[in-house]
Every structure is written in C-alpha cells, then in structure tokens.
C-alpha cells in the first residue's frame, strides 16, 4: 500500500506563499500520477493540480492556474504543490493523492491513495 503524508501547511496572509508537500513511501512512487485537492470547509473536496509520473505534464484547475505549481522529485518520493498570491479562497484542507495506471487526471475516482490532508489557512 502506498502511504502519503502531507505536510507544509500553515497560516499565511494573504497574497503570500505557501509550499505543501506529500511524501509517499511506496519505492515505486515513480508510476504514480500525482494530484492535489482541496476542501474548504462545508464544501465538497475539489481538484487542484495533477501531475504525471515522470514530471513533464501536469494540470491545474482554473482557480488556481498561474499561482500555483507542482512539481515531483521522485528519487524523493515527494510531490509539492508551491502556492503563491495566496487568497482567502485557498482556505482549505489540502490532500495529496496517487493514481496508478493513468497520466493525468482531475476526476477524483481514479486516485488510489489518499493523504490525511494538511491546513492552510489564508488570512485577510
């Protein structure tokens, strides 16, 4: 079983920046899309980036494309998710998640493992 472990969130003002990162401890990390997702509180979890195993693909969600980033370092087993001109908005749980068997996806159903999440909370 893949395990991943988000960590990295925080407080921040906004219009800030903010680095979340998920590492995963399965050696075959590598075969893995990787996503991010959010869930602010009484909303449902939403989709935030992905990306593919090797790190020359990845996908944002609109709401966020331009002021975030992923990346991958897969001798790491690490996923990180940079976060810049935080909003309010961005107020959420973040979770990091693996899907096996596919290159990118923003669909939540494909995403085999999940992390525990980690807050980050933007203030005005």
């Known amino acids: 079983q893949v395990q991943l472990v988000e960590s990295g969130g925080g407080l921040v003002q906004a219009g800030g920046s903010l680095r979340v990162s998920c590492a995963a401890s399965r050696r075959t990390f590598n075969i893995y899309a990787m996503g991010w997702f959010r869930q602010a509180p009484g909303k449902e979890r939403e989709f935030v980036a992905a990306i593919n195993w090797n790190g020359d693909r990845t996908l944002y969600a609109d709401s966020v494309k331009g002021r975030f980033t992923i990346s991958r370092d897969n001798a790491k087993n690490t996923v990180y998710l940079q976060m810049n001109s935080l909003k309010p908005e961005d107020t959420a749980v973040y979770y990091c998640?693996?899907?096996?068997?596919?290159?990118?996806?923003?669909?939540?159903?494909?995403?085999?493992?999940w992390g525990q999440g980690t807050q980050v909370t933007v203030s005005s």
């Open positions: 998640a693996a899907a096996r068997g596919v290159s990118l996806t923003t669909a939540q159903a494909p995403y085999d493992y």
